[in-house]
């Protein structure tokens, strides 16, 4: 009887659907381990798409709500990223309009020095120059990735923050897989420039 019950328990090596069918038979575990799963990369995403860590905090924990509520209604034999993921960037933008109610055009020139603990804390032993140096590259490439238009930022955050691949940002941002490549293609000529404008 114990060891059925160990076998039942959910690991957090499952996958997805198991875990999410862990849940919908009452395992309230196999819903926390996949928060544990998305919440550090989705707020990793967050923060860098909309550049404030209290509201990066807030958002994460709505798309966890709506992962608990949405959950029954989901198709559980898929993995839940790419939908995790395209909700946090509804979210995003949807934050962005409230908060500045204005262009995406302006919002692109919008530029936040803040840091979060989550950044700042990656490396466990570094020295204090190369401390200053990885923060102010950090910073010079968030800056440069706030810049792009919106459509080309969530690819580009996509693939690198998130490391999705073109066939899920597809999914994400519902589009074919090719136009994510062409976005991230077309995105990184602008990227150099900002890097380079940035830097001088």
Same mark, same amino acid.
């Given at each position: ?5 160990? /076998? ?5 090596? *499952? ?6 069918q862990h849940y919908l038979a009452g395992d309230?575990? $196999? ?5 544990? =799963?998305?919440? %550090? ?12 860590? !209290?509201?990066?905090? !807030?958002?994460?924990?709505?798309? *966890? ?10 198709? /559980?034999?898929?993995? +839940?990223?790419?939908? +995790? ?9 949807? #934050?962005?309009?409230?908060?500045? $109610?204005?262009?995406?055009? #302006? ?5 936040? @020095? ?5 950044? /700042? ?8 120059? @190369?401390?200053? @140096?990885? =923060? ?10 706030? $810049? ?5 930022? $969530? ?19 519902? *589009?074919?897989? %090719? /136009? ?5 293609? =077309? ?14």
């Amino acid at each position: 009887m114990e060891i059925r019950e160990r /076998t039942r328990a959910p690991r957090p090596g *499952m996958p997805d659907s198991v875990l999410a069918q862990h849940y919908l038979a009452g395992d309230q575990q $196999a819903f926390e381990v996949l928060v544990q =799963r998305y919440s %550090a990369p989705l707020f990793t995403f967050i923060r860098r798409f909309v550049g404030e860590y !209290d509201a990066a905090c !807030d958002i994460l924990q709505q798309v *966890m709500l709506q992962l608990y509520l949405s959950l029954p209604k989901l198709r /559980t034999g898929e993995p +839940l990223k790419a939908w +995790l993921y395209q909700v946090a960037r509804n979210r995003c933008l949807d #934050e962005l309009r409230r908060k500045r $109610a204005i262009h995406f055009s #302006e919002l692109e020139k919008e530029i936040e @020095e803040e840091q979060s603990l989550v950044e /700042t804390m990656q490396d466990k032993s570094p020295l204090p120059d @190369e401390v200053v @140096e990885r =923060r102010d590259v950090q910073e010079i490439l968030l800056k440069a990735i706030r $810049a792009l238009p919106p459509k080309f930022r $969530a690819v580009v955050l996509l693939r690198y923050a998130a490391q999705l691949s073109y066939a899920e940002i597809g999914r994400v941002l519902t *589009m074919p897989e %090719a /136009t994510a490549k062409t976005y991230f293609q =077309r995105a990184k000529p602008l990227l150099q420039g900002g890097l380079g404008s940035l830097r001088n």
